[in-house]
């Protein structure tokens, strides 16, 4: 590679292209733009393959190929595409159409959706080179320290990556030097795509072909260690080791070198005595990263009555309409109507995207999954590495993988022949994409990808959002009801336990009361489980001064520090901040702290305090952040090797024990006050589905709820399991205060290091808008944390009537509201971000 190759890419071609391509590259770019086809790529470049392109000077991308085109732009002449990186599609046109509805319903670039879509090994890095320029004259006393350490490794190496550099630097931070570098003319910059992907490989123990004869192999085994030939092996580790090797190779075919030397023993170099003889031999190979399981079908159960009875009105609801909603009460088998659907789906021919709404959940359900489907099925979700992740992207495009489970990154996936999708626990907010964009609710985005397949899709919930409930009732989809638990069990008895009628000697809030402690005892002591729910992790989510009431807050953000006992330090939950513990008041200089409020953390102490013959667990994010970690703990709680399992809203969704005959949800005060028009919707939700865990086997289940407000309505809801008389009651407020289902909302948020400027840009967004929409703009106001990562917030609320033609010209207009907005010099580091449908 010499200094000049920088600039010399094949911008010319032999003959005059008469093709172009509309390439996608995953930048948000306000559209897609368009690269000339050379003439030797045309056979080549087709919509679906990925591009190597240079956007700007000689920036490269890899893109790719929406569309091809013959009509030139007129407005530029395109630059030429440099390589095509496929031989075949990466993905079909469902998918390219999925991503174009995507950014068009959810107000993002193409780009964006592309960056969440393809898995991190399937985009080419650019990864930048610094090339030593031959033409300086060496003379290195211009330059800094800084610059004169480079410099000299680059004149030593003509070439240095930018990870180099960082170690020449022992910084993270070298892009000014690189830039005074660049400017000096001391080097120039190289841009080298790298692809990712690695292909798994592992070393095979193979049986020398001098041996492959039964005679030949007899005659060693025989001789061993009998004659003096040098060839012939004497030591007895060895004789094991390849004893070992004919044991493996009979009982299983292929005998990998790790799992053959920990059978027999044996060491690496006593294996190499035996290669080095000629009687064995090793051969790399490539091998699946996704261990594979016999591809049969095995369905060992019936249905009950009433679950065969919904499996049918499901099968017929699919003959009318596309979605159906299965509301079906905690423990009613769901599972199995699922499985039921499953298997005649694949027996067609057809792919199943089965999705639930975090990682957590997949832990338990793809063990019953696979007992029934084997290797039809494989998970997909962000805790696999990279190359996992591409290699199962590979079997579903191919259709080698019949059934996906995954979170909601899995509705990307490339379905050959979609038949099915099943969303369990449609009602969950996880569903819904947060940061970054696209900030798409995977249920929705599901039933429109579906679409494009002719494809079913089962929504599945024991409390059904109230938007998917309404479109039930009002015919846009079936509506099947499972009211009564498997096997004739009872839905579980719920108390209200008044907490303000325990006093502690410090006054501060009760954890766990009398009553509740005498049930978990009275659990433990018939050798059942226990489940504590409490939404908020950490030991204690702040500190209170004594003296004067300061407490310590995130310095990036208006939030107060939860302690976490266990690490002894204090985080911020909207940034990550971590801070030593404060033992000095800021403002009085007191040192007498109070923690308010308790966390997962500080019950799962006080729990084994109280109960220290009992084994406890605790389960949120903090203790369960390894791949295999959610699985472990729920396998150790299935055995009941673990008899109080504390934990937060991880422990609340589908998850199905056996021997939990007690439930208890230790400050619903907390989940029933947040500012929030879907409050009870929530609250209802997450206490019915916590309860929703005891006695789901035998026996009645108990579930004890312990709150100050016991008059809230919600309560006698959840009491009663009175999903119709909560929908009832939430749906008649919504149509008072216009709010879905029978409005769509669209929350523009701003965001910018100044309040000031951040606010002026808001108010300057509603001018915009007012004329053809101040019907429907609430705000502009500071939501509650109005301050994030030292960006401070201001948000507008737009309330549009469910007119598609409306909501889309608001859409428009916004888009352009902030082009002119950011193309104001004050306000163009101001972040606006859109939120279609936000939860």
């Given at each position: ?436 964009a696209p900030r798409y609710h995977a249920r929705d985005a599901a039933i429109y990808y579906a679409s494009l397949f002719q494809a079913k899709v089962l929504l599945g919930s024991a409390t059904p959002s109230i938007e998917s409930y309404y479109n039930a009732q009002q015919g846009k989809y079936t509506l099947v009801e499972l009211n ?257 289902p029978f409005t769509r909302i669209i929350q523009l948020t701003f965001k910018h290091k100044e309040t000031l400027i951040a606010e002026e840009a808001a108010i300057q967004m509603v001018n915009g808008l007012k004329a053809s929409f101040g019907a429907f703009i609430n705000g502009p106001a500071e939501p509650v944390v109005n301050r ?52």
């Amino acid at each position: 590679m010499n200094s000049n190759q920088h600039i010399q890419f094949p911008e010319e071609v032999s003959s005059q292209p008469v093709l172009y391509a509309e390439v996608v590259i995953p930048l948000a770019l306000p559209k897609n733009y368009t690269w000339a086809v050379p003439a030797h790529y045309q056979q080549a470049v087709q919509p679906g393959v990925r591009v190597e392109v240079i956007l700007g000077k000689n920036k490269k991308y890899a893109g790719l190929v929406k569309r091809v085109f013959p009509e030139k732009p007129e407005a530029f002449d395109p630059k030429p595409i440099l390589n095509v990186l496929d031989d075949e599609p990466l993905l079909f046109p469902q998918q390219l159409e999925f991503w174009q509805w995507m950014a068009n319903y959810y107000m993002c670039s193409e780009g964006e959706v592309m960056q969440a879509a393809i898995p991190a090994n399937l985009k080419l890095s650019s990864e930048t080179i610094l090339l030593w320029n031959d033409e300086h004259d060496e003379d290195f006393s211009d330059l800094d320290d800084e610059e004169f350490v480079v410099a000299e490794a680059l004149h030593i190496k003509k070439e240095l990556r930018l990870t180099e550099v960082q170690q020449v630097l022992d910084s993270s931070h070298v892009y000014p030097v690189i830039k005074r570098l660049i400017e000096k003319q001391v080097c120039h910059v190289w841009e080298e795509l790298k692809e990712k992907y690695k292909e798994k490989k592992e070393t095979y123990v193979l049986l020398h072909h001098s041996y492959r004869q039964e005679e030949a192999l007899a005659a060693l085994l025989n001789n061993w260690g009998t004659t003096k030939d040098a060839k012939t092996p004497k030591a007895p580790k060895q004789m094991e080791l390849l004893l070992a090797y004919l044991h493996l190779e009979r009982s299983q075919g292929e005998v990998p070198q790790p799992e053959l030397l920990k059978k027999s023993g044996a060491s690496a170099a006593q294996l190499k005595a035996l290669i080095d003889k000629g009687i064995l031999k090793t051969e790399r190979r490539a091998v699946d990263r996704i261990a594979a399981l016999p591809k049969d079908i095995q369905i060992d159960f019936t249905l009950s009555p009433a679950q065969q009875a919904a499996a049918d009105a499901v099968a017929a609801g699919f003959s009318e309409k596309q979605v159906c909603l299965l509301h079906g009460v905690t423990s009613s088998g769901k599972t199995q109507v699922y499985i039921k659907l499953m298997e005649a789906c694949i027996q067609q021919g057809q792919q199943v995207l089965f999705m639930l709404p975090e990682i957590a959940l997949t832990a338990q359900i793809i063990r019953r999954l696979q007992k029934h489907f084997g290797g039809h099925i494989a998970i997909y979700h962000s805790r696999f590495n990279p190359n996992e992740r591409v290699e199962i992207w590979s079997k579903v495009k191919s259709g080698e993988i019949k059934i996906v489970l995954g979170a909601r990154s899995a509705v990307f996936l490339p379905f050959r022949q979609l038949g099915l999708i099943i969303a369990d626990e449609e009602h969950d907010a996880s569903y819904k994409q947060q940061d970054p964009a696209p900030r798409y609710h995977a249920r929705d985005a599901a039933i429109y990808y579906a679409s494009l397949f002719q494809a079913k899709v089962l929504l599945g919930s024991a409390t059904p959002s109230i938007e998917s409930y309404y479109n039930a009732q009002q015919g846009k989809y079936t509506l099947v009801e499972l009211n009564e638990r498997y096997g004739n069990a009872e839905m579980p008895q719920i108390e209200i336990v008044d907490v303000k009628r325990v006093v502690t000697q410090d006054r501060s809030k009760v954890i766990v009361t009398p009553d509740l402690q005498a049930a978990i005892q009275a659990s433990l002591d018939e050798k059942k489980q226990v489940i504590l729910f409490q939404n908020r992790r950490g030991y204690s989510p702040y500190l209170l001064c004594n003296v004067c009431g300061w407490i310590p807050q995130c310095e990036h953000c208006d939030v107060t520090l939860t302690y976490h006992k266990a690490k002894n330090k204090m985080a911020c939950h909207y940034c990550g901040t971590t801070y030593p513990v404060v033992h000095t008041c800021a403002a009085c200089g007191s040192h007498q702290f109070h923690q308010k409020n308790f966390g997962t953390e500080k019950i799962e102490e006080m729990v084994a305090e109280a109960f220290p013959e009992a084994r406890t667990a605790r389960m949120d994010y903090d203790s369960v952040k390894g791949k295999h970690d959610h699985d472990n703990l729920i396998k150790l709680f299935e055995q009941q090797k673990i008899d109080i399992l504390v934990g937060t809203q991880m422990v609340v969704k589908g998850l199905d024990f056996e021997h939990v005959n007690l439930v208890g949800i230790l400050d619903a005060d907390g989940i029933l006050n947040f500012a929030d028009f879907r409050v009870n919707e929530r609250a209802y939700q997450l206490m019915e589905q916590v309860s929703g865990r005891a006695g789901r086997r035998s026996g009645l289940g108990r579930v004890m709820i312990q709150v100050s407000n016991t008059h809230h309505p919600v309560l006698q809801f959840v009491q009663q399991h009175n999903y119709r008389q909560l929908f009832q009651a939430e749906i008649a407020n919504r149509q008072m205060f216009a709010y879905p289902p029978f409005t769509r909302i669209i929350q523009l948020t701003f965001k910018h290091k100044e309040t000031l400027i951040a606010e002026e840009a808001a108010i300057q967004m509603v001018n915009g808008l007012k004329a053809s929409f101040g019907a429907f703009i609430n705000g502009p106001a500071e939501p509650v944390v109005n301050r994030v990562r030292n960006q401070y917030l201001w948000e507008i609320l737009l309330k549009l009537p469910k007119n598609n033609q409306l909501i889309q010209q608001c859409k428009q207009q916004i888009a352009q509201q902030i082009v002119i907005i950011q193309s104001n010099k004050r306000y163009r580091s101001v972040g606006i971000v859109p939120d279609i449908d936000p939860v």
